[in-house]
T-cell receptor, first 114, second 111 residues
Framework: DAGVIQSPRHEVTEMGQEVTLRCKPI?????LFWYRQTMMRGLELLIY????????DSGMPEDRFSAKMPNASFSTLKIQPSEPRDSAVYFC????????????FGSGTQLSVL | SQQGEEDPQALSIQEGENATMNCSYK?????LQWYRQNSGRGLVHLIL?????REKHSGRLRVTLDTSKKSSSLLITASRAADTASYFC???????????FGEGTQLTVNP
């Protein structure tokens, strides 16, 4: 299996632009998580889905952030409009409930908003 | 806020020595997990210990859990330069599927 696949690997954009991050979970995994990692705040859970349904989005910073999971093999995290304070590494992870729910992480997207 | 707090924040040792990292948490948990992150990479799951377990081993890793003290430790024995990475504990609370990460310990193993 190829593991969790995220794209793009790096994204540099200007303040005010829309940013879309993409994630393909491991086949057969029915839970998907979006995390953000910064030096100041560490790893923060933004949102997670079970069976394509958003379960907990309490970590989404504000209305500029939105996430979708249209099917079991694809999810997006969108920031519109982006701001410099959104600069971070965004990780997607997937898991299988019932197996201790250990997470399998993608390689992350390094986002820089100028 | 972070559920888990790792101690120390940074640890530097010589190859062959043992490395011990500690994690404290605040709420009741279902399980506690340790992850490793190499620079510029995603996190990799190392080991999981359930709330009714006290100790677990996996290769050179040994994890303990003390639910009365709400703390866990990760011991890496006979460390290698390749063990250099950040190590995070993560707790799964008894309610919900949320997995909350601590701030991590940066381990450097000098050859």
């Amino acid at each position: 299996d190829a593991g969790v696949i995220q794209s793009p690997r790096h994204e540099v954009t200007e303040m005010g632009q829309e940013v879309t991050l993409r994630c393909k979970p491991i086949s057969g995994h029915n839970s998907l998580f979006w995390y953000r990692q910064t030096m100041m705040r560490g790893l923060e859970l933004l949102i997670y889905f079970n069976n394509n349904v958003p379960i907990d989005d309490s970590g989404m910073p504000e209305d500029r952030f939105s996430a979708k999971m249209p099917n079991a093999s694809f999810s997006t995290l969108k920031i519109q409009p982006s701001e410099p304070r959104d600069s971070a590494v965004y990780f997607c992870a997937s898991s299988i409930p019932g197996q201790g729910e250990k997470l399998f992480f993608g390689s992350g997207t390094q986002l820089s908003v100028l | 806020s972070q559920q888990g707090e790792e101690d120390p924040q940074a640890l530097s040792i010589q190859e062959g020595e043992n490395a011990t990292m500690n994690c404290s948490y605040k709420t009741s948990i279902n399980n506690l997990q340790w992850y490793r992150q190499n620079s510029g990479r995603g996190l990799v799951h190392l080991i999981l210990i359930r709330s009714n377990e006290r100790e677990k081993h996996s290769g050179r890793l040994r994890v303990t859990l003390d639910t009365s003290k709400k703390s866990s430790s990760l011991l890496i024995t006979a460390s290698r330069a390749a063990d250099t990475a950040s190590y995070f504990c993560a707790t799964r609370e008894t309610s919900g599927s949320r997995l909350t990460f601590g701030e991590g310990t940066q381990l450097t193993v000098n050859p």
